[in-house]
């Protein structure tokens, strides 16, 4: 029980963590706290920059696909079948996480969890996901990310490493 209640409270710190950063961003923009509104009626830009470094800007956009604006073309039917599928994917991984899952992959796992509830608040908030860090090399832009994103990122690479290491470890264990 005190295994799960850890791993709820790193998802909770990464929903929080991550909602406060795009609020603080909206309430910047808007004067305002965000609360529950379509995406386009509370901020009606489509961009707004502001230069940090010279490979760092702080943006505001509004990414209504999935990673890196996949999936824009689906149309009007997109935010739906988007939060439907992102709920499935984190209700399969969240009951292998505290069901299934080796000690080595719960904190990956909980990160990628914390990060797609992060988003998908905002895709049943606003109907898009707010999207602001924005790193370049001189005009060559990554595509504009959030906290959320970060989290999922650093789960499938921590993920990814700890099942290779665990495989070596299994390997030689095999071979003596």
Not at 39 to 52: D, E, K, T
Not at 111 to 129: H, K, P, Q, S, T
């Amino acid at each position: 029980m005190k295994k799960i209640f850890r791993y709820l409270l790193i998802i909770l710190a990464i929903i929080l963590l991550d909602q406060l950063t795009k609020g603080v961003l909206i309430n910047l923009i808007t004067g305002r706290v965000p609360m529950f509104a379509p995406a386009w009626q509370l901020i009606p830009v489509p961009y707004l920059m502001s230069h940090v470094t010279d490979f760092f800007n702080v943006v505001f956009t509004w990414n209504p696909g999935t990673s890196f604006s996949l999936f824009r073309a689906l149309g009007e039917a997109a935010p739906i079948i988007i939060i439907v599928l992102t709920a499935f994917v984190i209700g399969a991984i969240s009951y292998y996480l505290f069901y299934r899952a080796q000690s080595y992959e719960r904190l990956p796992l909980a990160f990628i969890v914390g990060g797609a509830l992060g988003n998908l608040i905002d895709r049943m908030r606003f109907g898009a996901v707010v999207d602001f860090l924005d790193f370049h090399i001189g005009g060559a832009h990554w595509p504009a990310f959030n906290v959320a994103d970060i989290f999922i990122c650093v789960g499938v690479g921590l993920y990814i490493l700890n099942w290779i290491l665990a495989r070596r470890r299994c390997m030689r264990a095999n071979k003596q």
